[in-house]
């Protein structure tokens, strides 16, 4: 179990998306979630997004995994990170689950590092919010205000910015927590061996947005409306503000539409950036076959990251998951309320759940794709 140190109501009016804060015990007691060993295990796998970053004087070389095995790598001066460890190691959602004040459809995903002495990934600047948790060890962490950064040896593409004056500078305990809200450069340098966890946060982009909907329209031959006029201008070669803001409007009009935009958001927030470990059977299940488990006393649980999501004034009666619509006319919202706010049923749960056909079809076929999973469970 993990408890978060924290008075959520104050953190989310004076520091969320606004400033940083370093809450020193924000996890009293903490373990680790996973070990070096294990994280060094995941890296070793193809589908699993890891690197190794080196640092060199002044520089930093990325290396991307998959790895065998580390020995050339040296003592010091490196860093491994695997990115959405909560999608492979299913002991780790309970560690996630202490952030779920905040809405599923922002998170990104739970990163774990191991650092030797002296490594880091260089001062940077994220465009996300995170919260970086200080395993065993400890490590350094520099942060500066939001202002205007130069890109390293100026260099636009490079991910690294010039050093900076900090407002934070702090040596992180096991425990400990610093928030960084988007825009706030910040570094980290290892001071022993260290395994640390970053819990990312992420909002689409307006070119992600306006890509979502171009799409969707594109598909469903929707967004025909051309635009009219009621005056014109008196110069052949000019675009008139009239002209101008009339032509918005267009898009002004399709933005208001829930129609058009609660489909788009739906699909496009609960799909992940990283690969989800999906755990199909070799044979499908029936509904004999569930009321069975249930009756052995299994639950069931979504695989790890996965995100099933609901709209506040929804026009339909339905669920996004994992970037996809899952129409249940007939479902009551407080039954779409526990299949969203729920990453696990207890079998007694599940069970009163499928006396409704539409929601004992939606699990078998979520079973069945291997999006979730049968387990005991005491949710």
């Not at 179990?1 to 009016?13: G, H, K, R, V």
């Not at 927590?177 to 992420?202: D, K, N, V, W």
């Not at 070119?207 to 009219?228: I, W």
Request: proline share 6%; aromatic share 10%; glycine share 6%.
């Amino acid at each position: 179990m993990y408890t978060l140190n924290l008075d959520i109501a104050q953190f989310l009016s004076e520091y969320w998306q606004k400033k940083p804060l370093l809450i020193k015990n924000a996890f009293p007691q903490f373990e680790d979630p996973i070990s070096a060993d294990e994280l060094a295990g995941l890296a070793c796998e193809e589908e699993i997004s890891s690197r190794i970053v080196v640092t060199k004087d002044d520089n930093w070389e990325v290396v991307q995994g998959p790895f065998e095995d580390y020995d050339n790598y040296g003592e010091t001066h490196w860093q491994l990170l695997v990115q959405a460890v909560n999608h492979w190691y299913p002991d780790s959602q309970p560690f996630v689950d202490a952030f779920r004040f905040l809405p599923d459809w922002r998170f990104d995903d739970l990163m774990a590092s191991f650092a030797t002495p002296s490594g880091g990934v260089g001062p940077h600047v994220d465009n996300y919010d995170v919260f970086i948790i200080q395993g065993e060890g400890e490590r350094r962490w520099t942060v500066g205000d939001n202002t205007p950064q130069q890109r390293r040896g100026g260099n636009p593409n490079s991910p690294l910015v010039e050093d900076f004056t900090s407002i934070i500078d702090v040596v992180l305990e096991k425990g400990d927590m610093l928030y960084i809200p988007p825009g706030f450069p910040h570094c980290g340098e290892t001071l022993t061996i260290a395994m640390s966890y970053s819990i990312g946060f992420r909002a689409p982009s307006q070119q992600e947005l306006v890509s979502e909907v171009a799409d969707y329209l594109l598909d469903k031959n929707l967004g025909q409306q051309r635009f009219t006029s009621i005056s014109e201008p008196d110069a052949p070669g000019v675009i008139s503000q009239e002209h101008q803001l009339g032509l918005m409007d267009l898009l002004t009009q399709l933005s208001q539409d829930p129609n058009n935009y609660q489909i788009v958001l739906g699909k496009l927030l609960s799909q992940n950036r990283f690969e989800l470990d999906i755990c199909e059977g070799e044979e499908a299940y029936t509904e004999a076959d569930l009321q069975d488990a249930f009756d052995q006393g299994a639950g069931i649980n979504r695989i790890g990251g996965l995100k099933v999501l609901r709209l506040e004034n929804d026009t339909n009666s339905r669920l996004f998951i994992n970037g996809e619509v899952y129409e249940l006319p007939n479902t009551p919202e407080e039954v779409l309320a526990i299949l969203s706010d729920n990453v696990s049923l207890s079998s007694d749960i599940a069970s009163t759940l499928c006396q409704n056909d539409e929601v004992q079809s939606l699990l078998l076929t979520l079973i069945n794709q291997g999006l979730c999973y049968l387990a005991d469970t005491e949710a």
